[in-house]
């Protein structure tokens, strides 16, 4: 009798759990939401009334919305769910520690502790999401700002790391080139915006964490409920993500990034029919920018000069918004998740463009001819 009641109070504490810890998500969510509503309805109205303007439906919107989360939690639950087991795995084995020593320098470099080695690497292997899982599964509590902002950048710059270069090596880029620059940049960037912190005496205090860490020694039934609370924490996140990004695009808010990154590209002189591709690179993300890309190549001629730049630069500075949100459950400051990465990485590819003047010019001056269907 004991043990039913046990398994009907479980899955009841846990929805009440996550709700109470998660909900300032939920109002963020509710009032960006009606700040959409009441913009809608101030452009669609008076006399600055737009009439290209789409008609907005509150709960199309909202379904919509859960319907697109629903869809993308399960596929990245696919990969988390074993990610889990296997971060369990090693720490009931002690094998963390044997895991962090090739990494164990890089971290001591950065002033980070020695697991946020394993979450660098998982994020590297797969992707951000499960950078998240592995972070809030190892119990990494004791962070300052500076430090998250430094594990941040890592995973920024270079996650899904074996997918992105093959990405890469379809637009006929060497992925032993793009593999080593990613991870240099992403070395050098966190050591810089570590070192710059440190020297000003910026952002030492403890970091804010979102997400629910575990830090003290669990039974497996709590262990469950806690990896449970973490996944529904993980679906919230991309709900509230998802809501941002299409209130920002029906605002024209993505459309103005898209337009302004035209304009800050022009000094890389890349090819002008490439910078639309490389802005929306750069705005969403690589899978997008690249496939654009090899679309144009399909299409036009393209010299290699401007493919290699602009996928360089794609390469660790892509998606601004949607992961820069995303890392900030990690309790980084946006300065350096966002504008310091762009700049560094901007001048990483800027450096770049000048070595390959000097250096590669005969090569680089080859074009890619547009490809003849067969």
Known sequence: MALKKMIFRIPICLLLEGFRFYNFLVIFACRGFWCCLKIEKKLTSGPMKVERLPQFRAVEFLKRNLRSTTR??????????????????????????????????????????????????????????????????????????????????????????????????????????QVLFRLGSAIVMAFVVMSSYKFLGLFQGPAKIVLPVQTESLNPFQTVGKEVQNLASIYLIIFVLMVIMEGLERLGFMRFITKTLQVVLKPLELQRQILPSTAIGLSLGLTYGAGLILQSIQSQSIDRRSIFLSVSLMGICHALIEDTILVLAFGGEIIGLLLLRLILGYLFVLALAKIHSAFGRKRGSAVLEPQVAK
């Open 72 to 177: 993308v939690s399960l596929e990245l639950f696919k990969i988390m769910v074993p990610i889990i087991f296997l971060v369990h795995l090693l720490k009931y084995f002690d094998l963390v520690r044997f895991l962090v020593v090739p990494l164990r320098p890089v971290m001591a470099m950065l002033d980070l502790p020695p697991e946020a080695g394993v979450v660098w690497a998982m994020t590297m292997a797969n992707n951000i999401y499960a950078g998240l899982i592995a972070f809030s599964s190892l119990g990494i509590s004791q962070l300052t700002v500076a430090q998250a902002t430094t594990l941040g950048l890592l995973m920024l710059v270079c996650h899904n790391l074996f997918i992105e270069v093959m990405v890469a090596k379809k637009c006929g880029l060497n992925i032993a080139f």
